[in-house]
């Protein structure tokens, strides 16, 4: 056992908590999130006229539009970490499919009613390949309408599509956003504090994750 500095993704800790995010997991993901929420902001505050205050609390209609498309690269760089770091993880099982037909359930918060998930349930992994989608719609629909010159005039149906397609493909995030914040802040007690500090207590991932949780528990029954 070693202290959760030392410690490896799925190690159990000397506290007899399990190591659920590593530091670079944790780096990875905030970045991540702080990007999404500049571009969330500047993004709606470009959008509406009625959302305009949101830019003058960005330093400025001027700024937050110079730099917009630059936290976009920060957000792409980070959304391509995020996706070579837990896509392997993020394929449908057939524990996932019977999970999913206990949606019902889930939405209702009864959890003692649920079949058991992995380290992630179908509902997290949908998440992510909902982000992934429509952040590469976000990406280059955003290139277009960032340097439109680049873009050839017989090309210009590229332009017109790139303005519908970014604001939907936000919309999209945004509607995941929020159920993302919902069910890991508000609904799953723990999962927040596993996002800062990497570590869950056992009851947790037995309670949520009883898959991984078994996995963890039997490989260091078997050492
Ligand atoms: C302020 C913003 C955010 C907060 C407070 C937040 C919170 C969290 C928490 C608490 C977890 C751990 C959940 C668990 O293990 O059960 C998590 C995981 C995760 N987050 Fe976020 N997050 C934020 C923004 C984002 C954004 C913008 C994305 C989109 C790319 C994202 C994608 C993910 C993914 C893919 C996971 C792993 C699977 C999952 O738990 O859904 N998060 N987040």
């Known amino acids: 056992m070693n202290n959760r500095a030392e410690a490896r993704v799925d190690e159990i800790l000397p506290s007899g908590h399990i190591l659920r995010y590593s530091f670079r997991e944790r780096l990875m993901h905030w970045i991540n999130a702080f990007a999404y929420l500049y571009l969330m902001l500047t993004g709606l505050g470009i959008w509406s006229p009625w959302l305009f205050w949101l830019l003058i609390a960005f330093g400025g209609p001027q700024i937050s539009r110079m730099l917009h498309p630059w936290v976009g690269l920060v957000f792409a760089f980070s959304l391509t970490w995020m996706f070579l770091t ?41 998440l992510f390949w909902g982000f992934v989608f429509c952040g590469v719609l976000l990406f280059l629909s955003g290139l277009v309408l960032w340097l439109p010159e680049y873009i050839p005039w017989d090309a210009r149906a590229l332009r017109y599509a790139a303005v519908l397609i970014h604001p939907a493909a936000a919309m999209l995030t945004i509607g995941l956003f929020l159920i993302h914040i919902y069910m890991s802040v508000f609904a799953e007690r723990g999962a927040f504090k596993s996002i800062i500090r990497g570590d869950v207590s056992q009851a947790f991932a037995k309670r949520h994750h009883r898959l991984w949780w078994e996995r963890v528990v039997g490989s260091v029954s078997r050492r």
């Open 86 to 126: 837990w896509a392997s993880q993020m394929h449908t099982t057939k524990e996932d499919k019977a999970w999913m037909k206990s949606m019902n359930h889930y939405v209702r918060n009864e959890d003692e009613e649920m079949p058991p998930a992995g380290r992630y349930n179908m509902g997290q992994k949908l």
